[in-house]
T-cell receptor, first 114, second 110 residues
Framework: NAGVTQTPKFQVLKTGQSMTLQCAQD?????MYWYRQDPGMGLRLIYY???????DKGEVPNGYNVSRLNKREFSLRLESAAPSQTSVYFC?????????????FGDGTRLSIL | RKEVEQDPGPFNVPEGATVAFNCTYS??????FFWYRQDCRKEPKLLMS?????NEDGRFTAQLNRASQYISLLIRDSKLSDSATYLC???????????WGLGTSLAVNP
């Protein structure tokens, strides 16, 4: 029962480097999300994808891009990493984007930008 | 007023105790409410949805008070394994957004 799988689990980057965080879900969910979690800030939505082929900005999209590759996969890209992007990143999915639906999370990517 | 507010705690209770957390929300149009549990450095996991009539799942009871705009979580007969941070989550009225509280930390002691 994989659920939501994120890779990598840990990553250290230098300022200015780029990287892509991968997320895949096997629950046949339509909607997928990327969050970041910082101490004292709670979970903040970066981008979400209501369904395959659509993406929308969340609360803190600046500095990030996303791709909904297919129904299963939703990737998050940092084009030019900055120290302010040091965080724990969580991918989540739900059956539909309706906020009556609970979200299921991957186990996170811990990203440090030096 | 923050959109979702929780007492950060920590709540330190002995095994077997009953403990309750409240979470207040500011948007009277909110329709969906959840409690998630998050262990240290792990992902949030859904504990329970909160329904208008209240709901119970084993030792856990969730209540909604729309008039006062808060939800509550009651844990009976606390176990060591209940030690975690409990996140209150509320939808932001008519849009698709979920608002996450900062969490209440619970430590159950032997």
């Amino acid at each position: 029962n994989a659920g939501v799988t994120q890779t990598p689990k840990f990553q250290v980057l230098k300022t200015g480097q780029s990287m892509t965080l991968q997320c895949a879900q096997d629950m046949n969910h339509n909607s997928m999300y990327w969050y970041r979690q910082d101490p004292g800030m709670g979970l903040r939505l970066i981008y979400y994808s209501a369904s395959e082929g659509t993406t929308d900005k969340g609360e803190v999209p600046n500095g990030y891009n996303v791709s909904r590759l297919n129904k299963r996969e939703f990737s998050l890209r940092l084009e030019s990493a900055a120290p302010s992007q040091t965080s724990v990143y969580f991918c989540a999915s739900s059956e539909v984007v309706d906020s009556n639906q609970p979200q299921h999370f991957g186990d996170g990517t811990r990203l440090s930008i030096l | 007023r923050k959109e979702v507010e929780q007492d950060p705690g920590p709540f330190n209770v002995p095994e077997g105790a009953t403990v309750a957390f409240n979470c207040t929300y500011s948007n009277s149009a909110s329709q969906s409410f959840f409690w998630y549990r998050q262990d240290c450095r792990k992902e949030p996991k859904l504990l329970m949805s909160v329904y208008s009539s209240g709901n119970e799942d084993g030792r856990f009871t969730a209540q909604l008070n729309r008039a006062s705009q808060y939800i509550s979580l009651l844990i009976r007969d606390s176990k060591l394994s209940d030690s975690a941070t409990y996140l209150c989550v509320v939808n932001a009225g008519n849009n698709r957004k979920l608002i996450w509280g900062l969490g209440t930390s619970l430590a159950v002691n032997p």
